[in-house]
């Protein structure tokens, strides 16, 4: 079964206190790795797609980096503006094509 | 470029009513259209998803279900409403295979009472 498993599920970070969040993964044949922003009461916009191993994207603060097993989303100097809830989501190959299976999500909560 | 409407926004509904939410995309033809729930702002939960007109796959045994009458129109019903199918829906589309990820309407909040 696709699974795939997101840490911390809140982080609480100062503003221009640099940290990541992690996205571990287990699927059969990974054809994508995404990551969105949630805002409360609104609906996930995309940020990323990564496709394979090595593989990093970046935009503003925030860079993701992809691995065999997990990806990371960096954030650089976050401020207030970036506190929302992060979802990673995997488009596992096979039957599951197409169906992304999406972690529970990281709160980032950044303070002032 | 490609738009996905949603509506309503909010919603109350009480309990043994029916329900009825509709998904709209423009700007693309043959999409993939998705169902989601969401509880307490966390996870989502895959309910339907469609690959063409009539074509639905549920993928949760529950109190919901799905159509797909037009190409980008997709329909989320209820005979009658439970409490527990309170939560915040969301419809998605992508593309074939979803290559590229989804898109995702603004969501609705729908509260059984």
């Known amino acids: 079964e696709d699974q795939v498993t997101q840490s911390p599920e809140a982080l609480r970070l100062q503003e221009g206190e640099s940290s990541s969040l992690n996205c571990s993964y287990t699927?059969?044949?990974?054809?994508?790795l995404f990551w969105y922003r949630q805002d409360p009461g609104k609906g996930p916009e995309f940020l990323f797609t990564?496709?394979?191993a090595g593989e990093e994207k970046e935009k503003e603060r925030l860079k993701a980096t992809l691995t065999k097993k997990e990806s990371f989303l960096h954030i650089t100097a976050p401020k207030p503006e970036d506190s929302a809830t992060y979802l990673c989501?995997?488009?596992?190959?096979?039957?599951?094509?197409?169906?992304?299976?999406f972690g529970q999500g990281t709160i980032l909560t950044v303070h002032p | 470029s490609q738009t996905i409407h949603q509506w309503p926004a909010t919603l109350v509904q009480p309990v043994g009513s029916p329900l009825s939410l509709e998904c709209t995309v423009e700007?693309?033809?043959?999409?993939?259209l998705y169902w989601y729930r969401q509880a307490a702002g966390r996870g989502l939960q895959l309910l339907f998803y469609?690959?063409?007109?009539?074509?639905i796959s549920s993928e949760v045994p529950q109190n919901l279900s799905a159509s797909r009458p037009q190409d980008r129109q997709f329909i989320l019903s209820s005979k009658k409403l439970l409490l527990s199918d309170s939560g915040f829906y969301l419809c998605?589309?992508?593309?074939?295979?979803?290559?590229?990820?989804?898109?995702f309407g603004s969501g609705t909040r729908l509260t059984v009472v």
């Open positions: 998605a589309w992508s593309r074939d295979r979803a290559a590229d990820g989804y898109t």
């Open positions: 699927v059969s044949g990974l054809r994508g």
């Open positions: 990564l496709y394979s």
């Open positions: 989501a995997a488009n596992a190959g096979g039957t599951s094509y197409g169906k992304l299976t």
């Open positions: 700007g693309t033809s043959n999409p993939n």
């Open positions: 469609s690959v063409g007109i009539g074509q």
